[in-house]
């Protein structure tokens, strides 16, 4: 009998070896700062991954954290997948964000501000500022920062004031009598959210186009001046992070958008989970400032350098020093297949096109749907949105359809974390010119992306309505189109058009699921032809015919997937993973996971990409989706994953999306059993990089 056959998988409880989540993820972020320390990455993109990793563990404190302190909270002690408490795994989680956060400043401090330093970056302290400096930052101080100061001395009828969610702020140590003779050892200087928090120096000023200052240094340099007559004994810059996932009774409400407008005031005020304040901040300041925010010692984060390293992605956005940053590229447009140019309805008709992001652009899904909103012939547009920016071409073009009286009907899911208020503002804008919006389905976020078009056209007993749809391993989102990899799928394929639309009639109608031609979907059956085919694979080795899975994904964390992973790989399957960031499954387990590899790929673009090949005898069938294989994915969202039909194609994700991957031995890091992982490096080998030989296929030089 299979070793599969008894196996009964269950989404919740693991019975299986498996890593910590939140472990993975600072491991991923460890991996990220490596960049940052890479010599061979261009300066100013050294600095960029350093505020990714800042960034990136902002959200973990936000999400990861704040949940880990919720249950501890709850009274929880139940262990998780990876056999800890929440407390245990708090603990383990705090030592490795310590150590990740210390280095990260080291890097800063003793790597990257000296080399910029020495290509003309400079950010000058205010105690090394020259005369002229010193004379300007006075003047920019009194002009641009001063009138919109509000000091608050801190007493009974100044209380602690209300701390925004990472925002930047001042804690001062006062001795000394105010003009009413008012004694008050604390003061709090909030830093504006309007003004800047690193400054560029004027060229006459600073000697060069490259000088900066930091918010901090100019409020510490007239810090005295707030509080005339006093003595200010320190002066200590500080950030509270806070509980930010949002929290919406999806069994009372009753209107899900104004249950999310709601909501979202509140987030920038939730529980406060984590203290960052000044290396230099003296003890009595920590110990009040922990009381106010209920926090603890364990919570406390000294940092050698600005709170907030993200903001200095505005120094990198600003410098105009392409010598210091990645060669611009300019992404490959795909030709029209059987002639040069030609209607972009007339192209799909005859034959699937195939989109590579980054290295291809994103112009022909743009050009899809302004098509379809120029087109006369055009009644209908269908579309999902799930991030798609705060400044969109593409949701501007939606608008336009509807004011033209099209059909535009608009799933915008309003759970999007962080790109709630963005949705919420565009789902106004789209109902305001008679776009029907709908929210998807409570409990489920909708993180499927796909368009539908609506098409008449003449035909053979007259004119019919012909369908055209896109879909995408991405969102929708002109920007990172150009910095995530993702493919995405023009097809009029009859059945994957039906299908489409039969997942469109799920979110905005009501009733039972139909049976899917060719498109797997999630929460119904998404989980069940994965399993199915992982097994199939098994089942194939078992017989003694060769077998093989290539999976490249975000995250691996399910564990029924993972449990038949495991028995795959007992049973003969050669599985090759490709997981960016956190991968749950254990590698390499003598007996348990013998033929499994694991690899993740970090570079100059995000790898978004979800592909899933199994052999099958051959076939080689091949899958894009939206999904990674984590439990949400396939259990509380709306998802999609389809096959890639034409064999041509097929090829050419194997070849473009997978290959170079696997062949990587510059940004791809290996995995062991206990989830480290070591960078390979060339060596004697030839040296092999996935997204420079794709930039190089399909991009052409800037």
């Not at 990257?112 to 020495?118: N, V």
């Not at 992306?449 to 012909?466: D, F, H, N, T, Y």
Request: aromatic letters at 8%; a neutral charge; glycine letters at 6%.
């Amino acid at each position: 009998m299979s070793v599969m056959s008894t196996r009964r998988h269950t989404s919740h409880v693991a019975r299986v070896p498996l890593l910590n989540r939140e472990l993975g993820i600072l491991a991923f972020n460890r991996r990220v700062l490596a960049q940052a320390a890479d010599e061979s990455v261009p300066l100013l993109e050294r600095l960029r991954f350093l505020t990714i990793v800042s960034s990136n563990l902002d959200e973990f404190f936000e999400i990861r954290v704040a949940g880990l302190k919720e249950q501890i909270k709850l009274g929880i002690t139940d262990p998780g997948p990876e056999g800890m408490t929440p407390r245990e795994v708090f603990a383990v989680v705090t030592t490795e964000a310590r150590a990740l956060i210390a280095e990260k400043y080291r890097l800063l401090n003793e790597v990257l501000l000296p080399g910029l330093a020495a290509a003309g970056i400079r950010f000058t302290h205010h105690a090394d500022w020259t005369a002229a400096q010193q004379a300007w930052a006075r003047d920019y101080y009194l002009r641009e920062v001063l009138p919109l100061l509000t000091p608050i001395g801190l007493d009974p009828a100044h209380p602690f004031p209300r701390v925004f969610n990472k925002s930047l702020n001042v804690i001062v140590e006062l001795e000394g009598r105010d003009a009413f003779g008012r004694v008050s050892r604390v003061a709090i200087v909030q830093a504006p959210r309007v003004l800047p928090r690193v400054i560029r120096m004027p060229e006459v000023v600073g000697g060069g186009d490259g000088q900066f200052v930091f918010l901090t240094s100019l409020l510490h340099a007239h810090i005295e001046e707030l509080f005339a007559g006093m003595t200010v004994r320190g002066c200590y810059q500080f950030r509270v992070t806070r509980n930010s996932d949002l929290f919406v009774d999806e069994e009372e409400i009753k209107n899900l958008r104004i249950a999310l407008q709601g909501e979202l005031l509140q987030r920038h005020f939730g529980d406060a989970v984590r203290l960052e304040v000044a290396s230099d901040c003296s003890p009595p300041m920590v110990d009040f400032l922990l009381q106010q925010f209920a926090l603890t010692a364990g919570d406390l984060y000294r940092v050698d350098g600005p709170v907030n390293l993200y903001r200095l992605r505005e120094v990198i956005d600003a410098m105009d020093r392409p010598e210091l940053k990645y060669p611009p590229f300019v992404p490959g447009m795909p030709a029209a297949p059987g002639r040069g140019e030609g209607d972009l309805f007339e192209t799909l008709a005859r034959q699937d096109v195939l989109l590579h992001h980054p290295y291809q652009s994103f112009t022909p899904v743009l050009d899809f749907i302004r098509a379809s909103a120029l087109d006369p012939r055009v009644v209908a547009i269908k579309q999902t949105v799930y991030r798609t920016g705060a400044d969109s071409e593409l949701m501007q073009v939606l608008i336009d359809a509807a004011r033209a009286g099209k059909e535009v009907t608009v799933v915008v899911e309003l759970m999007a974390r962080f790109d709630e208020e963005a949705n919420l503002n565009w789902a106004a804008r789209l109902e305001e010119v008679g776009a029907h919006v709908v929210y998807g389905v409570v409990g489920h976020k909708t993180h499927a992306k796909m368009a539908l078009i609506v098409r008449r056209e003449a035909g053979p007993a007259g004119s019919l309505l012909r369908r055209y749809v896109h879909l995408g391993t991405g969102n929708y989102h002109s920007a990172t189109a150009r910095l995530y990899t993702d493919f995405g799928l023009l097809t009029a394929n009859e059945d994957m058009c039906r299908d489409v639309n039969e997942v469109f009639k799920q979110l905005t109608g009501l009733g039972r699921a139909s049976r899917l031609r060719h498109v797997w979907q999630s929460p119904f059956t998404l989980h069940k032809r994965i399993v199915e085919a992982i097994r199939r694979e098994a089942r194939i080795a078992g017989e003694g015919r060769p077998a093989r899975i290539v999976a490249k994904m975000n995250a691996l964390l399910e564990p029924a997937i993972i449990e038949e992973l495991y028995a795959a790989s007992q049973a003969g399957v050669a599985i090759d993973l490709i997981v960016r960031a956190v991968c749950a499954l254990k590698p390499g387990v003598p007996g348990l996971s013998d033929n499994i590899r694991v690899r993740s790929v970090v570079g100059r673009f995000l790898e978004h990409t979800r592909i899933f090949q199994f052999h099958n005898d051959g076939a080689d069938d091949v899958w894009l989706s939206s999904a990674d294989w984590m439990d949400r994915n396939f259990f509380r969202r709306i998802e999609l994953c389809f096959p890639v039909l034409d064999e041509g194609l097929r090829r050419r994700v194997i070849r473009e999306g997978l290959r170079p991957y696997l062949e990587d031995n510059c940004q791809a890091w290996v995995m062991d059993a206990s989830g480290a992982f070591e960078r390979l490096q060339p060596r004697r080998a030839r040296r092999r990089s996935a997204q420079d030989e794709l930039l190089a296929l399909l991009a052409s030089a800037g």
